[in-house]
């Protein structure tokens, strides 16, 4: 009987990251993080950009530390004021706009001119997009509700699973529970709860939820999408104090690859986020601080012009 016990010990150790141990936190990232000190210098004490890189993957990222709330700092979401396609690069936001910040936001329909946007987009009180009601895998319907960013009063920001219907605005906690080709059935309106959040943008998957890796893929149905693979990444995360994170990874370049979501969701636990979530990616990660492009866009300068965004507005720190 020693024979098979210490066998199927042995078994379970050498798969101790995989189903013999579910509960196995990620692997750590080291990214040697450090303050940018050159624009930090021009920014209020309460916001923050950082660098790292990890040479073995190997990926360059950065992020943003925003207080919140702050009397000299504001949040918020915005949408591009081009009247021709609805889709300006985020240089031409924070330009236009007088913000400190700005991160690239939500999906958006590329091939249509005007550009519409893929999911929730509440700005001021106003829905001025509805969130995605429901995605066709297969010819199978799949209920959604996508992960969100929202804005309480008093700017508190909040993530959690969005579901709209005209004005009124709803979070599902917990998430619906689709699998491939079996849409999850037992969720109804009375699952709902009342989220009265000013300002809203979807994007998706969920990351982290509570301090722990939550990715919900599945549950927001990105199965049978690209969203999952390794690509340049944008993120926003929230620490237990109520602070915003806003990071940047480059990808699809020789000396950065990018990240695949579970990396990603890694790295935003590894700088304190509680709650965390995917933005839109690929081609369309961009941050400027400072007026400033901090990251490098397909391996370089250009920018892809997107419709959503975040934007921190910010009074100019002391001269030194």
Known sequence: MLRPLFAGISFCLLLLFSR????????????NWQ???SINQHLPAGIRLYQGRNDSLPINAWYVYIEEPD???????????DSTDNRESISDFARNLGACVVINGGYFTMNLVP?????????EDRVHYPATRRVTRKDTAY????????????DRPDISWAISRGDSLFRLEPPYDHRPGKPDLSRDSTHWVSWPVREAISAGPVLV????????????????????NTHPRSAVG???SGALLLMVVDGRQADSRGVDLRELATLM???????????DGGGSSALVVNQTLINRPVGGTFQREVMSALAVFCRPAPNP
């Open 269 to 279: 636990l590894e700088i304190g986020a509680f709650e965390a979530l995917n933005l």
């Open 143 to 154: 209920a959604t509700a996508r992960g969100t960013l929202g804005f309480l009063e008093g």
């Open 71 to 81: 009397p000299d700092i504001r949040t918020r979401v915005v949408m591009s004021r």
């Open 20 to 31: 013999c141990s579910p509960d196995v936190e990620p692997p750590t990232l080291p990214m």
């Open 238 to 240: 929230i620490t237990p």
């Open 35 to 37: 303050a940018v000190d």
């Open 115 to 123: 550009a519409r946007h893929a999911g929730l987009l509440k700005m």
């Open 209 to 228: 939820s509570e301090g722990k890796l939550n990715i919900t893929d599945n549950g927001e149905v990105f199965f049978g999408s690209s969203i999952p």
